[in-house]
């Protein structure tokens, strides 16, 4: 099972195209995402692998999913 803690920069951006985010930009190391009706962006640097466990949290939280519907995502890619 995979873990919060070592998800690759690579399955992140697989993930959040899955769920149907674009990319917005890259400012200077980092990526920015973004999808209509989303409060917030989703940020996170390009050159630290793996992604910090807090991104991906914060993340799942503002995409308004559970952990567990996000391991379901992850795990069925």
Known sequence: MKKLSNI??????????RLGLQ???TAGGHEI???????RTIVFQTHVEPI??????????????????????LESM
Do not use: C, H, S, Y
């Not at 690759?8 to 195209?17: G, P």
């Not at 995402?33 to 409060?39: A, E, I, T, Y």
């Open 23 to 25: 990319p917005l930009r």
């Open 33 to 39: 995402w973004m999808k209509p009706g989303l409060r």
């Open 52 to 73: 910090p466990e807090f991104v991906v949290r914060n993340a799942i939280r503002d995409l308004g999913m559970t952990r567990q519907e996000f391991m379901d995502i």
């Open 8 to 17: 690759t920069v690579k399955e992140f951006r697989d993930l959040l195209m």
